[in-house]
């Protein structure tokens, strides 16, 4: 690992935390000298990704938003996405997200709205809790080493008095979810909002990323047809990135 490269990266990700901070205040989050953190969120300055206001406190630069762009516009899986999540929206009336796993969180590549006029906020670039949601969970559940990712957010948040954070649950809903190939979740993150997800697999069968729905609470169970919908769009996303088999899906379904 490089150290100044390290220390860049973890000065980005505490402005992305905190919105704005003052070089003192960078400093005490690091650890690190305020000559060291100086340098580098000069340099950082320069380049256009940090940037400093009248008072001299600092935050995130447009050219954040610049490779954030990037990223999107050339992200395979978001391409391959985007037109399955805007069906499904469709198809279900309900809005359709797209994730991938980051650390303990679930950075959301597309979001498509609800299809019903009304007033929403697209959240692409939202981290969400990956313990209390079901996109987070279903990547969760496939992953190598599931408690890896959640050891980096660890004590677990509890965003509502739903949200399952005790490890032993969590493995439950693991094991089914493995089982089944669909997760739930309900009013986890926000109360009278529920989900439900299914993983996107690669040519080599690796989980990828997850696709799912979000539904009013009060409409659950969900019904056999919206979760065959967000199964389907999994494995159309899937099928295009050269899978050809799914978890909870037999090969020959």
Do not use: C
Not at 48 to 60: C, F, P, R, T
Not at 139 to 157: D, F, G, I, M, N
Not at 194 to 215: F, K, N, Q, R
């Amino acid at each position: 690992m490089i150290q100044s490269v390290d220390r860049a990266i973890s000065i980005l990700m505490e402005l992305q935390g905190a919105r704005r901070l003052s070089l003192t205040e960078l400093s005490g989050r690091l650890g690190l000298a305020i000559s060291t953190v100086h340098g580098i969120v000069a340099t950082l300055v320069a380049r256009g990704l940090v940037e400093q206001d009248s008072a001299g406190h600092y935050a995130l630069g447009a050219g954040v938003l610049r490779l954030g762009n990037v990223y999107l516009d050339s992200n395979e899986l978001r391409l391959r996405s985007v037109p399955w999540a805007e069906t499904l929206a469709e198809g279900t009336g309900y809005a359709a997200r797209v994730g991938v796993l980051m650390g303990g969180n679930v950075l959301v590549l597309h979001h498509a709205l609800r299809p019903d006029g009304s007033r929403q906020m697209r959240e692409i670039g939202v981290d969400l809790p990956a313990h209390g949601t079901a996109l987070g969970k279903v990547l969760l559940a496939y992953h190598p080493a599931p408690w890896t990712p959640l050891s980096e957010v660890t004590p677990l948040r509890r965003l509502t008095g739903r949200t399952v954070v005790e490890l032993a649950e969590l493995e439950r809903e693991f094991a089914t979810i493995r089982v089944e190939g669909i997760a739930h979740a309900e009013d986890e993150i926000v109360l009278s909002e529920s989900e439900v997800a299914a993983p996107i697999v690669d040519d080599t069968g690796v989980s990828v990323g997850a696709i799912g729905v979000v539904l009013p609470t009060t409409e659950l169970p969900a019904d056999r047809a919206t979760i065959d919908a967000v199964r389907n769009a999994a494995i159309g996303i899937s099928r295009e990135l050269g899978a050809t088999t799914w978890p909870g899906v037999a090969p020959s379904e």
